[in-house]
DNA sequence: CGTTGACCTCAACCTTACTTGAGGCCCTAC
DNA sequence: GTAGGGCCTCAAGTAAGGTTGAGGTCAACG
């Protein structure tokens, strides 16, 4: 409803780079404070946002909806520039990243629902061999170790 | 190296639960607070854990792990007795439930791995196409519109 | 008999990820 | 010319998920 036009088309207001992301205008100063993302100004100093940059906004809700740490994402932002469009090479290498997190955490939730079908078959009467109840192994191998399991 | 013999063996104190579950101290306390488990005590007022309780705890740590929120928690518990060993049924009940959540959770991520190799294919220079930048349907159907996409 | 260890409570503090509010600037519309 | 919208900064507040610290009890060890 306002009658503002879309500015330079290619460089956007954070208003409008808002409502395309889904992302509120607090988070993405906040996004900006962290150094996630990055903007320009315009003549009266409001934020102007470059379209690659949308990119990158979506890939850190992503990783808000999948429960990856922000701090995480400056390791996987590494390579990718804040200042430029990332060159296709760029992008492919830090999306290859992604997929490695993503499949990672996938592995985590199979395994899991692997063990908790395995719980259901058992009923996890038995307690030795419930993976669930005995992740990694932080059971075995202290001074007072595990008693008459 | 504590001298302290294992207890009743059947209802362990909290330092035990503890090692056992990989769970601060603190945490186990913490989640006894919002009533996510809960504890007996012995003569001296020291909680005192019955074996079921390792099983709903581990749960406690597998859905913090996923990024499953501890309120969530209370609902897919809510039908697993706290006061006394969950029969067969109960458990497997829970345990369906748990399998629902993991396997939402895991497709999310399958979903998100596949629209990024889209992108990767794609070098995600088609901005409409990206299926990342376009999450829900957040681009359309507003008073200002995308615009020239 | 003192001290060490495991546990207790309650209150304060911490990190992450934001949101909210106060106070202000500029531009356009009525 | 003033009302409103969109943006700005900076400081404070919020919610989740715990951790840390002060101060205390009880029981066993040496």
Redesign the interface.
Known sequence: ??THP?AA?DWLPIG?VS????TAVSALRFYEELGLIASGRDGRGHRRYA?HM??RI??V??AK???IPLQDLREAFADVPLDRPPS?QE??RA??G??RR??E??R???R??AE??G??GC???S?KA?A??N??D??AE???G???L
């Open positions: 409803m306002t879309p088309d409008e409502a395309r992301t889904g379209r949308l990119r979506a890939l809700s992503v909806r999948i429960g296709h992008w492919q999306s290859r992604w997929k993503l499949e955490r996938r985590t939730i199979e899991l629902e908790l079908t719980c259901i009923g996890c009467l307690m419930c669930l109840l992740p990694g932080s059971l202290d001074g007072s595990p008693r008459r």
